[in-house]
């Protein structure tokens, strides 16, 4: 399965375009990560539980495009898209959105 921001692969042609596909994900941050976050933000580095976080949620909606892809029966997702936004209250929760365009090879 090749999964690329581009919206073509060099070398390849896309013999079929399938639709769009999407996924998302949210996760919060607890408040022990919130409590040493803001400690790193006024003392300057960085925060690896948050990056953690972050790769966590990455992960996780990068496999939604690709199993929706199998279903479709198509072996690539073009011009992928990921956006992050904070929500809650105070920002404590991290979404994760995914999209791209399911194609055959």
Do not use: W
Request: net charge negative.
């Amino acid at each position: 399965m090749i999964l690329t921001t581009t919206n073509s692969f060099e070398g390849l042609t896309v013999k079929e375009y399938k639709g769009i596909v999407t996924g998302e994900t949210i996760i919060g941050a607890n408040f022990i990560k919130d409590f040493k976050a803001n400690l790193t933000d006024f003392f300057g580095g960085r925060f690896n539980a948050y990056e953690k976080v972050l790769v966590e949620a990455r992960q996780i909606v990068l496999k939604e495009p690709e199993e929706n892809a199998v279903q479709l029966g198509a072996n690539a997702v073009f011009g992928i898209h990921i956006d992050y936004e904070t929500l809650g209250a105070k920002g404590s929760m991290l979404m994760v959105s995914i999209c791209g365009t399911v194609v055959i090879i």
